[in-house]
């Protein structure tokens, strides 16, 4: 099985001596591929050529057009995971002018609403506030207990109402906020009181819920070949789930079916694994 060693930040000048030291570690290890967005950090992996080792290119790249994937080609990329945002059309341009690259996609879990590259929101707020909760949280005693009812679905229900709260108060994204202007002129003060913003930019569902299934019969006519799974910090369990869901989804593609046929089953598999049915909230990838 092929094994990709991701570091898909972006690094200043003191951070990538201990980048470099991940890196060497990492090549020892045999992987197979790096999957990166730093552009200086691209540019030392085809300098040094550690190992012959594939490059891939981060979603976090925001390669939104030809002409920036081009420009990535001539740094060795071998494959780009192409931004959420991306239409399906757009995706098949990329696969006809670029013959030469692989494409990957991401189809499941954190669809997050904002251009990952672009990000520069606080990941982690909850830490800093509540780090005797953290530490409670990841108890390995608490951690084996969850293991144990993970195979329970109220247990799991549960969980996944927790892994919710926990992520609309870690991610600074998704926090309530209370916005006013500085200053407002006295006529307008009682106005603005009752339209002021006092709710969240977005539900933390889309991170646990998020699917793009639907897609994949256009995805396979237009010749993606790899897709991702995203979550890393998904519990084990979850995580094997996740797999046999894509896998199904996946096998329906050799059924001959209709697309119409295969909206229908894709949806019943949605029902099946998330045990609600879809409603189309929280698709990754508008469908023609």
């Known amino acids: 099985m092929p094994v990709s060693f991701t570091i898909n930040e972006f690094y200043s000048q003191n951070q990538l001596s201990l980048v470099t030291e991940q890196i060497e570690k990492a090549v020892e290890c045999d992987i197979d591929a790096f999957i990166v967005s ?16 594939k490059v891939y290119l981060s ?95 109220i247990a799991k229900s549960l969980r996944n109402y927790v892994i919710r709260k926990i992520l609309r108060n870690t991610l600074a994204c998704c926090s309530r906020y209370n916005i006013q202007p500085r200053y407002l002129s006295s006529q307008y003060k009682n106005n603005f009181r009752n339209i002021r913003i006092n709710n969240y930019f977005f539900n933390p569902k889309i991170f646990l819920y998020s699917c793009g299934i639907c897609a ?41 079916l209709s697309k119409e046929e295969y909206f ?4 019943q598999l949605y029902q099946k694994f998330f045990g609600f049915g879809c409603s189309g909230e929280y698709c990754y990838y508008q469908l023609s």
């Open 38 to 53: 730093d552009i200086g950090l691209i540019y030392k992996l085809k300098k040094e050529n550690w190992n012959k080792t």
């Open 59 to 153: 979603t976090s790249a925001n390669t939104f057009n030809i002409e920036t994937a081009k420009f990535y080609r001539e740094f060795g990329i071998s494959r780009i995971i192409l931004p959420r945002q991306l239409r399906i059309e757009e995706m098949k341009d990329f696969i006809k002018e670029l013959a030469d690259l692989e494409f990957e996609v991401l189809i499941l879990n954190d669809k997050c609403p904002f251009i990952g590259g672009f990000c520069s929101f606080q990941h982690g707020v909850l830490e800093f506030q509540k780090a005797k909760f953290f530490k409670i949280v990841n108890n390995k005693f608490l951690l084996n207990i969850v293991d144990l009812l993970m195979h329970n679905n």
């Open 216 to 256: 994949l019969y256009d995805l396979n006519k237009i010749g993606i070949k790899f897709i991702k799974i995203a979550g890393r910090y998904f519990h084990k369990d979850d995580k094997i789930e996740n797999v046999h869901f894509i896998k199904e989804a996946i096998r329906l593609l050799d059924c001959n």
């Open 264 to 267: 229908c089953k894709a949806k």
